[in-house]
């Protein structure tokens, strides 16, 4: 870890001391080296762009989509049936779902909410959670919050942003200035 003081003025003239700060954080395959960098903005940042809570609302939607693809191809793979017939239909559909995505409106979280509250899938949603699967941790959260996420008026919280999923390769860089004012 390093960094370098910068001593800056504030609006009263007083001194401040802020440390731009440089870490290195390594890990294997998802073990929240994202995350930790987007904790670390979130205490020392201001907020958000616009256009990253945009690039995060397209990464939450993926997140959404892929994990319901993951959940109906392990209901194949086990040879499972929907208790619904209807959400057999819709477990095809998102099974064979390919990179290009459906917009999340209403009528898609209508979808995708019946789907996730069929009893055959709601067993196995919990099978696959109780391994610690964090993709499934994840599909939990945002199911939860399919409704909100569904709206037209959506912005991603903290939270949603916290919990949402890319595969990050290589190095990436965030900056975030931390204050030691006192």
Known sequence: ????????????GGAKWKREMKVVVLGI?????????RQ????HQAAWTQQELD???????????DGMKEVCATLKAQ???CA????AKRARY?????TQQPQLD????????????????KSLVKTMSATCDVHMFNLNFFMSRLDYIAADNYVPSDLDILHSRQRSTGATETSFVVCTCG
């Open 79 to 81: 040879d499972m049936e």
């Open 29 to 37: 395959a998802a073990s929240g080296k994202s995350t930790f960098t």
């Open 94 to 98: 998102y099974r064979e779902l390919g």
């Open 84 to 87: 619904l017939q209807e959400n």
């Open 55 to 65: 690039s995060y609302y397209a990464i939450i939607c993926a997140n959404i989509y």
């Open 106 to 121: 209403a009528t898609e979280a209508k979808r995708l909410n019946a789907l996730w509250q069929d009893d055959t899938v």
């Open 1 to 12: 870890m390093g960094g370098k003081n910068t001593k800056k003025k504030d609006a009263s």
């Open 40 to 43: 670390m903005r979130l205490l």
